[in-house]
């Protein structure tokens, strides 16, 4: 979950990011404080008159200044001979003990690791999302570069697919096709022609593309093929084989697809590429989009919560408004999380406390040191949507996680979430918040750490833990809405009893 954004007004985790609230990650004040020098009096002869303090005065501003002076000069003198490798580390080891909730965890091998001036290749061989904690990151200028579009306004340049890694970590699956990205319009073909479009739980199986005499891509020339499966490509690997792309240059994913038992074998040709685009993370059904849903129901799955999600949700929200409809299933299987900003901005519509308050409490954010920050919704605007009798379910499962967490713990609290069909959530109660080298300009390496975890009102937590279902439903096959999508049909049955 981003609790700031990395970019002034860059949002989120701005608030993080990412939860992203919109907090910049140095928080350290800038200059000093002078007191003012006040003068005494004494009496010579009946006479007052005032002491000289000139002297004194002039002593301690020069003091004062010559102390400011030694200590840039001394910083300066000592960067000048340090190698950029060393400064980084440096930089790293001073950001995470000051802002890292695990910081008084590591061990002095694991300073001492950065501190010997391997700071950026320590980095990038693992150290940051290994050692400190898994959401921890680091990234480059060039990485930093391309992000800026996905903070402010959540446009990005990619396929448009989320993975997961497979129960083994063997393989990568798809787990998603982000609507309004390019991988939607891609059509693959297997070996007899068949034509096919990118399904959940198809496994990454290799790519292939041309390069030219120099070794860049081209639309021809020599091929490369890599078969992710005999290279053991995990996860945390797979990025970078797309990361040599430009934008539209062309290259061919391979997919491995199962059979109705389950059986791999299938593998289809897709003919891919990157482009700008920008997600669509809310989607609304009524019973003319999804027949099997009652007339008085509307379903809206929400598969994050990056910038800009509250915007379609709300869209949808209205949508559901206008249509007249009571019941809301609200679908956030497989929603990662993303903002925090976001979720402010759409449990405004989910939640209300007894008062009615316009800002609802939704969490408290304790930080390293026990400092705190309180997440309130943006508004209230829940019962301009929903009655008395009307009824919220939300689906979930174990890749629910993070600002999604956050945001059906804030239902469950308040109790405007009726019941909760699916699995337990996966227990991401943590945020994180980007730092840059250089604080005064988007650019440069950029570190992401954990710096603080999030309780609900009762000062409960979810970490570790996530959040149970009332009613479980292990759902084994594809879980793409449809009208045989059995979550989807647990909660119709549950509306219909709930009904008589």
């Known amino acids: 979950m981003n609790n700031e954004s990395p970019f002034p007004e860059f949002d989120e985790q701005s608030e993080q990011g990412s939860v992203k609230e919109e907090e910049q990650g140095n928080n350290v004040p800038q200059g000093g404080y002078v007191p003012p020098v006040y003068t005494k009096v004494s009496k010579d002869n009946g006479e007052e008159k005032p002491k000289k303090t000139a002297n004194n005065t002039v002593t301690l501003i020069l003091t004062f200044v010559l102390a400011i002076l030694s200590f840039f000069c001394g910083t300066i003198y000592s960067q000048s001979y340090k190698s950029e490798e060393e400064q980084l580390a440096a930089w790293i080891i001073r950001t995470i003990k000051q802002n890292s909730i695990y910081a008084e965890n590591f061990t002095d091998e694991q300073w001492e690791a950065l501190l010997s001036g391997m700071g950026k290749g320590a980095i990038e061989a693992g150290f940051i999302d290994t050692e400190i904690d898994i959401y921890s990151d680091f990234?480059?200028?060039?990485?930093?570069?391309?992000?800026?579009?996905?903070?402010?306004?959540?446009?990005?340049?990619?396929?448009?697919?989320?993975?997961?890694?497979?129960?083994?970590?063997?393989?990568?699956?798809?787990?998603?096709?982000?609507?309004?990205?390019?991988?939607?319009?891609?059509?693959?073909k297997d070996s007899?022609?068949?034509?096919?479009?990118?399904?959940?739980?198809?496994?990454?199986?290799?790519?292939?593309?041309?390069?030219?005499?120099?070794?860049?891509?081209?639309?021809?020339?020599?091929?490369?093929?890599?078969?992710?499966?005999?290279?053991?490509?995990t996860l945390t690997e797979i990025g970078s084989y797309f990361d040599r792309f430009k934008e539209n240059e062309g290259f061919t994913l391979l997919m491995d697809r199962a059979d109705e038992n389950g059986s791999y074998g299938t593998i289809i040709s897709f003919p891919a590429y990157l482009q700008s685009y920008a997600p669509e993370y809310s989607t609304f059904y009524d019973h003319t989009k999804l027949s099997v849903l009652p007339t008085d129901t509307a379903l809206i799955q929400l598969t994050s919560f990056e910038k800009p999600s509250s915007k379609s949700f709300i869209r949808d929200m209205e949508a559901f408004k206008q249509g007249g409809y009571s019941n809301l299933i609200l679908d956030m299987r497989g929603n990662g999380g993303g903002f925090v900003s976001e979720a402010k901005a759409i449990c405004s519509y989910l939640v209300k406390d007894e008062n009615n308050s316009r800002n609802t409490l939704m969490a408290y954010d304790v930080y390293a040191g026990g400092a705190e920050k309180k997440y309130y919704t943006d508004n209230n605007y829940f019962d301009s949507y929903f009655s008395e009798s009307s009824k919220i379910i939300v689906l979930a499962d174990s890749h629910s996680a993070s600002a999604t967490e956050l945001t059906l713990m804030t239902m469950k609290y308040y109790g405007t979430v009726d019941v909760i069909i699916g699995e337990n959530t996966y227990g991401k109660g943590i945020t994180q918040q980007y730092f840059f080298q250089n604080p005064f300009k988007i650019e440069g390496f950029c570190l992401k750490i954990t710096v603080s975890q999030l309780f609900d009102p009762s000062r409960n937590t979810i970490h570790g833990v996530g959040i149970a279902p009332d009613i479980t439903v292990v759902q084994t096959e594809d879980s793409t809405v449809s009208n045989d999508d059995a979550t989807i049909l647990k909660a119709i049955e549950w509306l219909s009893n709930a009904a008589s």
Not at 154 to 173: C, E, F, Q
């Open 139 to 188: 990234y480059s200028p060039a990485e930093i570069a391309e992000m800026q579009n996905e903070f402010t306004d959540g446009s990005r340049i990619g396929m448009g697919v989320s993975m997961i890694a497979d129960p083994t970590n063997k393989y990568v699956l798809l787990y998603s096709v982000i609507n309004g990205s390019p991988a939607c319009s891609f059509v693959g």
């Open 192 to 233: 007899e022609g068949n034509e096919y479009k990118m399904q959940k739980g198809d496994r990454f199986y290799g790519i292939s593309y041309f390069v030219d005499e120099n070794g860049a891509v081209a639309d021809e020339g020599e091929q490369v093929f890599v078969n992710f499966y005999e290279e053991g490509v």
